[in-house]
């Protein structure tokens, strides 16, 4: 088992900035990539970023190349997103999750735990 929590969310105008984090904790010998993914309110969730274990390999949704960046910290199990010139449409909950293997992906079927999430809100 894997535990996973979120932090970093908030209220922010737009063209603002946040930095996501997501420490895993509990099984966490194991190499996985890590994702992050969103949703918001009446909508599918939508892939965001993923990262490889090693941090080599990484990639964004189409709308977010840019503006994200997702990094890592193994030593701490920590990954991060960081949201750059926000915009209204970015307001959603945001969740972390463990990759089923070393190199992630784009479909929520590529991850095995979730966090519970953070609430991130773009005012215009």
């Known amino acids: 088992q894997v535990q996973l929590v979120e932090s970093g969310g908030g209220l922010v105008q737009a063209g603002g900035s946040l930095r996501l984090s997501c420490t895993a904790s509990g099984r966490t010998s194991v190499r996985f990539a890590m994702g992050w993914f969103r949703q918001a309110p009446g909508k599918e969730r939508e892939f965001v970023a993923f990262?490889?274990?090693?941090?080599?390999?990484?990639d964004y949704g189409d709308s977010l190349k840019g503006r994200f960046t997702i990094s890592r910290d193994n030593g701490k199990n920590t990954v991060f997103l960081q949201m750059n010139s926000l915009k209204p449409e970015d307001t959603a909950v945001y969740y972390c999750?463990?990759?089923?293997?070393?190199?992630?992906?784009?479909?929520?079927?590529?991850?095995?735990?979730w966090g519970q999430g953070t609430q991130v809100t773009v005012s215009s």
């Open positions: 999750a463990v990759g089923r293997t070393l190199y992630g992906g784009s479909n929520g079927a590529d991850y095995s735990y």
């Open positions: 990262i490889s274990w090693s941090g080599n390999y990484h």
